[in-house]
C-alpha cells in the first residue's frame, strides 16, 4: 500500500496530483476532510492561528498572500497540490473565524450556534450549515426552523448518537453552542398532487418507530403459554441456535433491543439509511437497558455499532467522527469478549469462525475510514490492508458457488458454507447438509417443549390456577409440573397468611409509638398488620406511601381461577377487546415479517458494498502517495 510521508514528496510532484487523479464528489469529500485535518495538527505543532493577523485581517478577511505562503510551506509535507492546501487553509481559517464569532455572540447574547449535518440532496453546496438559537428553546421549535429554512418535513435531531427529544429543550439534552446536529428526514416529503387517502395510507418513520416498539413490546410479554401456532413469541438463543435462560426484566429489554436492530437491518439492506439509522439508534437506546454481564455473552450489540456506524458512512456523516470512533471502540471490545481472545470462544461454540470474518472486515474498513478522515494516512493504509487481505479470503468463487447451487444448497447456504469452510467446496457441502439437520432437531425439539409447556399449563389449569399463574410457576421451575404446582401452593399459602396477618390484632403499644411519629391510628395498625409488628418496617411502609396504606395491600384479591377468565363482561368491553387483539396481531405480523428466519443472516454480506469502500480508500491512498 502507498504511503507518503514527508521524505517521500517533492513539491513538482504534489503539485500536478490534483491534474491526474479526478476524484468522484463523495470521495472528494473525504480527501477534503483529510487535508483539514493534516493541516491542522501541523498549524498547532507549529502554533499558528489562522483567524490572528496576518492572516486574518481587522475586518476578518483573509490575507491572501501569507495564506499562499503557508500553502506553499505545507504542501510538499501533506503531499497535495499548493492550490488544494490553499482552498483547504482558508476553510480552516474561515471556520475558526466564524466559531471565534460565534462564541462571542453566545457569551454577548446567549446565542448559540449549531452545525447542522442536512440531508445529502438538502446540501447546497460544500459549504457546512449553522442555525443560531438560544439553548433554552422546545427542541421542537429548532426542528419547525430547520424545516422552514431548508425545506424538509418530518425530521429528526441527532446529537451524538441519540436523538433530541422534541418536547424537551436542547440544553436539557446536553445541546451546548457549537454543537454537532445531525437532520435526519424521517419520510420523503409529500407531493402537493397526492390524493388525501394515499397520504393516510403512507405512514411516516415516526410511526413506523412506535409500531415498531409496539409489536416488539406484545411479543417481549408473551411467555409461550398460548399455541404458538396461533400466537407466535420469541426466544433469545446463542449463536447455535440454543435457548438462554435470561432474567425476563432484561429478556423484555433485549427483545425491544433486538427487534428495533432487525427492522434497522431490513432498512438497511433496502439502502434506506435515514429510516434505517432511526431504528438502530432506538436499538442502542434499548440496549442500554440490559445488563453490561449479558451484553459481553452475544455479539448483537457489537453488530448494531457497526451498523450503526455503515450508516454513517453511507449517509456521508463525516461530522459524526467522534461518535463513530466510539462506537467502532466498543464493537471491538464486544467482540473480544463474546468470541475470545482470536475467537477461540466462537470456535468452541460453532466449530468454525469463517462467516463471523465479514463482520471483522466491515470493523477494519470503518477503523481505516475514520483515520484516514483524522489525517492519519499511515494507519488508515495498514487496517486497509488487513481490510483487503480479509476481502480476498471471503469473496466466493463464482465457480465453486455454481457447484453448490447444483446441489440444491440455496444462495446463502452456499455463500456461508464456503466462507465457514475457507473455501473447500466438499466440506462446505459437508457442512451446509450438517447445518440443515441441526436445525432440523432443534425445531423438533422446540416444537415437542412446546406442546409439553402448553399439556403442563392445561394440567394447572384443571387445578384452579389461571393461565398466568400457571405459566409464570413453570418458568420458575423450567417445566416442571410437580415444582410448579408446589411454588403454586406456596404462594397460596403466603396469600393466606397474609390475610390471617391482617385479621390479628396488633399491640397497641406499637400503634402509640408510630403515632407518636405523626401517623394516624388506623393506618399504624394496618401497617403492622402487614409487617407483623416489626416497628421500622412499618414506619418505611408508611413513609412509602405518604402515611396511607393503599387499599390493594390491605385487601389482596383472593388467587384466580379458570372460570375467572371466563368472567362475564359488557358488550362494548368484549368488543374493544377484540379489535385491540386484533390490532395487535397486525402489530405482531407486521414487526415478524423483519425478523430473518435464518439465524446467520447478518453473516450474509454479499460484499459489493465492502469492495466499493476498498476502492475508494485505495484511489484516496494512492493518491497521496503518488
Known amino acids: 500500500m502507498p504511503y507518503c510521508g514527508r521524505s517521500q514528496c517533492d513539491k513538482n510532484k504534489t503539485t500536478h496530483s490534483s491534474q491526474t487523479h479526478v476524484l468522484p464528489t463523495k470521495v472528494w469529500r473525504m480527501a477534503e476532510q483529510h487535508i483539514q485535518a493534516k493541516l491542522i495538527n501541523h498549524l498547532k505543532q507549529d502554533k499558528i492561528q489562522l483567524w490572528n493577523p496576518p492572516y486574518t485581517s481587522e475586518d476578518n478577511k483573509p490575507g491572501l498572500q501569507p495564506l499562499k505562503e503557508l500553502a506553499e510551506r505545507y504542501a510538499p509535507v501533506v503531499c497535495f497540490s499548493v492550490e488544494e492546501v490553499e482552498e483547504a487553509l482558508e476553510n480552516i481559517r474561515g471556520l475558526a473565524v466564524k466559531k471565534g464569532m460565534g462564541n462571542r455572540t453566545y457569551r454577548e447574547t446567549c446565542v448559540a450556534t449549531l452545525e447542522l449535518l442536512l440531508p445529502r440532496d438538502a446540501r447546497k453546496d460544500s459549504k457546512k450549515n449553522y442555525l443560531e438559537t438560544r439553548l433554552d428553546v422546545l ?49 420523503e416529503p409529500q407531493k402537493k398532487k397526492q390524493m388525501a387517502d394515499e397520504e393516510e395510507k403512507k405512514k411516516t418513520q415516526n410511526e413506523s418507530v412506535q409500531r415498531t416498539q409496539k409489536g416488539f413490546q406484545i411479543l417481549s410479554e408473551r411467555d409461550g403459554s398460548e399455541d404458538p401456532a396461533t400466537t407466535p413469541f420469541l426466544e433469545i438463543a446463542d449463536q447455535k441456535g440454543n435457548p438462554l435462560n435470561i432474567p425476563h426484566s432484561e429478556k423484555k429489554a433485549l427483545i425491544l433491543a433486538m427487534g428495533f436492530h432487525e427492522k434497522g437491518r431490513a432498512l438497511l439492506k433496502r439502502k434506506q439509511y435515514e429510516a434505517a439509522l432511526c431504528h438502530l439508534l432506538q436499538a442502542d437506546d434499548q440496549f442500554n437497558h440490559c445488563g453490561s454481564a449479558l451484553l459481553g455473552t452475544v455479539d448483537n450489540y457489537a453488530v448494531l455499532q457497526l451498523d450503526i456506524v455503515w450508516c454513517y458512512r453511507a449517509l456521508e456523516a463525516l461530522s459524526c467522527l467522534d461518535d463513530g470512533r466510539q ?101 462446505a457441502a459437508m457442512h451446509i447438509s450438517n447445518r440443515r439437520q441441526e436445525r432440523d432437531e432443534m425445531k423438533r425439539e422446540e416444537r415437542e417443549k412446546r406442546r409439553r409447556r402448553v399439556e403442563a399449563i392445561s394440567t ?47 399491640s397497641q403499644d406499637l400503634v402509640e409509638q408510630l403515632q407518636y411519629l405523626g401517623f394516624g391510628r388506623e393506618a399504624s395498625e394496618a401497617a403492622l398488620r ?22 390493594e395491600l390491605l385487601s389482596p384479591s383472593p388467587p384466580s381461577s379458570a372460570s375467572d377468565e371466563a368472567s362475564t363482561s359488557t358488550d362494548s368491553a368484549g368488543s374493544t377487546s377484540v379489535s385491540q387483539s386484533l390490532m395487535d396481531v397486525d402489530l405482531v405480523n407486521e414487526v415478524l415479517e423483519d425478523i430473518p428466519r435464518h439465524e446467520e443472516d447478518y453473516l450474509d454480506l454479499t460484499l459489493e458494498e465492502e469492495m466499493d469502500l476498498i476502492g475508494q480508500m485505495k484511489s484516496l491512498l494512492n493518491r497521496i502517495g503518488s
Open 460 to 506: 394447572l389449569r384443571e387445578l384452579g390456577y389461571c393461565k398466568r399463574d400457571a405459566a409464570v410457576a413453570l418458568q420458575q421451575a423450567d417445566g416442571n409440573v410437580d415444582q410448579a404446582y408446589q411454588i403454586l401452593l406456596d404462594s397460596a399459602q403466603a396469600d393466606q397468611s397474609t390475610n390471617n396477618n391482617l385479621e390479628e390484632p396488633v
Open 139 to 187: 427542541t421542537q421549535s429548532v426542528m419547525d426552523r430547520i424545516a422552514e429554512i431548508h425545506g424538509l418535513q418530518y425530521i429528526k435531531l441527532i446529537l451524538n448518537g441519540k436523538e433530541l427529544l422534541p418536547e424537551k429543550h436542547l440544553n436539557e439534552q446536553n445541546v451546548k453552542n457549537n454543537s454537532k446536529v445531525m437532520v435526519l428526514r424521517v419520510s
Open 530 to 551: 402487614l409487617v407483623g409488628g416489626d416497628i421500622p418496617e412499618a414506619t418505611r411502609l408508611l413513609l412509602d406511601h405518604g402515611g396511607v396504606i393503599p387499599p
Open 327 to 427: 462506537r467502532l471502540q466498543r464493537a471491538e471490545d464486544c467482540f473480544l469478549k463474546c468470541y475470545g481472545e482470536r475467537q477461540q470462544r466462537l470456535l468452541q461454540i460453532k466449530g468454525n469462525t469463517g462467516s463471523e470474518d465479514v463482520l471483522f472486515l466491515r470493523m477494519y474498513l470503518l477503523q481505516s475510514l475514520l483515520f484516514f478522515l483524522d489525517g492519519q494516512e499511515r494507519d488508515a493504509a495498514l487496517t486497509l490492508q488487513k481490510a483487503e487481505d480479509l476481502y480476498r479470503r471471503l469473496v466466493t468463487d463464482p465457480d465453486l458457488m455454481t457447484q453448490l447451487l447444483a446441489l440444491g444448497f440455496s444462495e446463502r447456504e452456499a455463500r456461508l458454507g464456503l466462507r465457514a469452510c475457507q473455501g473447500n467446496v466438499n466440506q
